[in-house]
Nanobody, 115 residues
Framework: QVQLVESGGGLVQSGGSLRLSCAAS????????MGWYRQATGKPRELVAS???????NYADSVKGRFTISTDGAKNTVHLQMNNLRPEDTAVYYCKLMKLGRAYWGQGTQVTVSS
């Protein structure tokens, strides 16, 4: 069993920055993948950024050059540094972890970017 605890969401003005964090606990020794997804009101959930056990990263086109995903040395915590935020980034952001073929999700944290 794996538990995920997210932090860092909030309200920020356009052009500002936020840093989201997701800490994994429990059996975390065989983590394969960690990522951030977001879901805006009335829209489907979409991948924002991900990083795998080989430190390969993937970003949505809309956030390339603005967001950076990273993990700590033990790869049990994933961060999403969000710079130059735009109103269209407003969404609930979810942390996702994959381990031995099973997906685990955080509770979600609201990010709101004002004009």
């Amino acid at each position: 069993q794996v538990q995920l605890v997210e932090s860092g969401g909030g309200l920020v003005q356009s052009g500002g920055s936020l840093r989201l964090s997701c800490a994994a606990s429990g059996n975390i020794f065989t983590i394969y993948y960690m990522g951030w997804y977001r879901q805006a009101t009335g829209k489907p959930r979409e991948l924002v950024a991900s990083i795998n056990s080989e430190d390969s990263t993937n970003y949505a086109d809309s956030v390339k050059g603005r967001f950076t995903i990273s993990t700590d040395g033990a790869k049990n915590t994933v961060h999403l540094q969000m710079n130059n935020l735009r109103p269209e980034d407003t969404a609930v952001y979810y942390c996702k972890l994959m381990k031995l073929g099973r997906a685990y999700w955080g509770q979600g944290t609201q990010v709101t970017v004002s004009s």
